[in-house]
Structures are given as structure tokens and as C-alpha cells.
């Protein structure tokens, strides 16, 4: 079974009551066991890798100093042919047929590296597609398991501490509310700021003799004396 | 990455929030460490944060399957898919019979990301119960 449907299986039947994990610690451990298996395959088919690439490169310029060999000693044996010295060139002849087998075997070993090379490539990426694969379910299983073991310390701390757990349509009611006296408070604040900002400015302007003046009792008397 | 050192800065930005909010942390015991992240003026619908070996949970409870007005399950449903993609940073799930908002984020994450993340988060789950309204009792 999938681990996917593995933990929705669990989360469905209700196998996650009373602290039963999904999967259990002993099979996590398992998985990890798995991943780190993996993983050692994966390093020795990449050094098994390295080691056949080698040998084909060694080869592949074998091959290529064979050919030489061959092209040059084509070369010496038409030589002795315009000579007339038969003799020395089948000599030379033999000694190309040897270099010509040499050189068969190495196109050989050559192909047979470049074949394993491909399939070394192969295997490890098909090892590396399912090492991500593991990776991806072990974090599916720990992370359910994590989120379970969060809830219910969240839970049990809900119910130590008595507090009521409101629904979510009073919870945002009480939320708006505290905004909303939040908002009229500091309306109040720039009011009384406003307010205190206007007098201020009507001190200053009496202190200048502008706009309108306390009447002091002399004026006053002024006023009087002059009806 | 560990919930004490994302409690001490949260709980000491103050001024220096980059989000204007103020945060009140306070770890809670049990078998992995949780930190309920609890926003100044909201402090009805904490935020809770765990984390595990290759990410950062932050968690909103939403509703209880109580809540629900059973006929238009479905419908909540198919509109909570629907929100799914255009809602910030964060995306629907239920735990066990909880409804839920969650975000995750890189173990690597910097201090400044998880307060975003976390404010992102607290302003979706309120915005998601005003729009949800119809659907529960």
C-alpha cells in the first residue's frame, strides 16, 4: 500500500486515537534504514561508474594509437613494395595483422565499457528517482506524525488551562469588536488633539492682540464711564 | 531553526516589527515543541507553530466540524478549494475534526519571513471566517 493512502486509511478509520502513530516508529526507523541503503548503492554505482569510464577512455586511446600503428605500417610496407623487397613487406604485413587484431579487441572492449557506462547511468538515476520518492514519503509520514503530536499538545493545553474554546464566529466577533474600540479610541485621541491644538493657537493669537480680546476690568470701567 | 529563538524575536520586536503588530509567545509542552504565536488584539485566534526536520508548520484553527451547517457542507467545501490558490502563503486542511489554515515554510527561512508568514496567516484565517460566514451555525 502507498503511504499516501496509507495515512489517509489511518486518518479515516481512526487508527490515529489514543497516540497510535500511522506508521510506527519501528517501520519509520525501517524507511530510513531503506533511504540509507539507497543512498550507499547510489555511491558505489557511481564509483563503479567512474572506474568503467576510465577503462573506456583507455581504451578508446588504445584504440586510437592502434590505428596509427596501422596507418603508419601500411605506409613502410607500400614502401618496401616500390623497393621490390617483398620479403620485408610481408613482414610488415604480419606485424599489421597483428596490430589489426589488437585493434579489433579494443573496439570490442571499448563498446562493451561505453555499454556498462550507459547502464551504470541508468541504474542510478532510476535509484536516484526512488531514493526522492522514499525521501518524499518519510516526510508525508513524519510530517502527519508531527502535526498529530502538535495537536494534541495543543489540545491538552487548551484543556489545562479551562479556556473555553470559542467558535469561530464569536472568536472574530470579539476581534472586530476590540478593532472597532480600538479605532474609536484613537478617534478620540486625535480629537481631543485637534481640540487641544486649536486652543493653543487662540493663546497664541490673543498673546499677539489678535482676534478677540479678554475684556479686563478697566475696559470695562471704560465702557462704563463713557455712557 | 528552533520555536525559543523565533519566540525571543518575536516577542522582543516591539517598534521594530516590520508588520505592525505585536506578538505574544508562549511555548507549549508535549511530545514536539509547539509555539502559540498570539497577535495583539487577536488573541482569540492564536497561531500555532511547530517544526519538524525539513519544514516550519504555522497553524490556524478555523471551525470545528460542529460549526458546520450540514446541508451546505459541500458548498463550503467547493468554495474553500476554490479560495485555495488566490489566498496568500497560506492553503485549507483539516485536523482531525478541525478546519484549519496552515502555511509551511523552508527550515531555512529568516525571522522576518516567519513574521510575515504568520501575519499573513492571522489576517487570511479572519478574512477566511467573515467570507465563510454563510456556511456556519
Known amino acids: ?227 | 531553526m528552533n520555536i525559543h529563538k523565533i519566540a525571543t524575536h518575536l516577542n522582543q520586536l516591539k517598534d521594530a516589527t516590520e508588520t505592525g503588530f505585536d506578538f505574544d509567545c508562549t511555548p507549549i509542552d508535549g511530545d514536539i515543541d509547539v509555539l502559540q504565536v498570539e497577535i495583539l488584539g487577536r488573541e482569540e485566534i492564536p497561531i500555532f507553530l511547530s517544526i519538524s526536520d525539513n519544514q516550519i508548520l504555522c497553524i490556524a484553527y478555523l471551525w470545528g466540524e460542529d460549526e458546520v451547517k450540514a446541508d451546505l457542507k459541500a458548498n463550503m467545501m467547493e468554495a474553500m478549494l476554490e479560495m485555495n490558490i488566490p489566498m496568500p502563503l497560506s492553503a485549507f486542511a483539516k485536523v482531525e475534526d478541525k478546519y484549519v489554515v496552515f502555511g509551511a515554510l523552508s527550515i531555512n527561512s529568516s525571522l522576518e519571513d516567519i513574521e510575515l508568514e504568520i501575519v499573513t496567516l492571522s489576517d487570511n484565517s479572519l478574512e477566511v471566517i467573515t467570507e465563510m460566514d454563510t456556511y456556519l451555525k
Open chain 1, 1 to 227: 500500500m502507498s503511504i499516501f493512502k496509507k495515512i489517509i486509511t489511518a486518518v479515516r478509520g481512526g487508527a490515529n486515537e489514543a497516540g497510535e502513530a500511522i506508521v510506527d516508529a519501528n517501520s519509520t526507523r525501517i524507511f530510513e534504514q531503506e533511504i540509507r541503503d539507497s543512498e550507499k548503492h547510489i555511491t558505489i554505482a557511481k564509483r563503479d561508474l567512474t572506474d568503467v569510464m576510465a577503462k573506456q577512455m583507455q581504451a578508446a586511446r588504445e584504440l586510437a594509437q592502434l590505428q596509427t600503428s596501422i596507418k603508419e605500417h601500411e605506409g613502410y610496407a607500400m614502401q618496401a613494395l616500390e623497393q621490390n623487397n617483398e620479403a620485408l613487406a610481408i613482414e610488415v604485413a604480419e606485424k599489421i595483422g597483428e596490430l589489426e587484431t589488437n585493434a579489433a579487441d579494443q573496439q570490442q572492449a571499448n563498446e562493451s565499457y561505453l555499454k556498462s557506462a550507459d547502464r551504470l547511468k541508468e541504474l542510478i538515476k532510476k535509484s536516484e528517482r526512488q531514493l526522492t520518492d522514499y525521501k518524499r514519503q518519510l516526510s508525508m509520514v513524519k510530517t502527519t506524525d508531527s502535526v498529530q503530536k502538535a495537536t494534541s499538545a495543543i489540545t491538552d493545553n487548551f484543556s489545562a488551562s479551562n479556556s473555553k474554546l470559542l467558535s469561530a464566529k464569536d472568536s472574530l466577533e470579539r476581534i472586530k469588536k476590540k478593532q472597532a474600540n480600538f479605532d474609536d479610541k484613537l478617534k478620540a485621541a486625535e480629537q481631543l488633539e485637534s481640540e487641544n491644538g486649536d486652543s493653543s493657537l487662540k493663546a497664541k493669537l490673543q498673546d499677539a492682540g489678535i482676534g478677540a480680546q479678554q475684556s479686563s476690568a478697566q475696559s470695562i470701567l471704560d465702557r462704563l464711564k463713557a455712557k
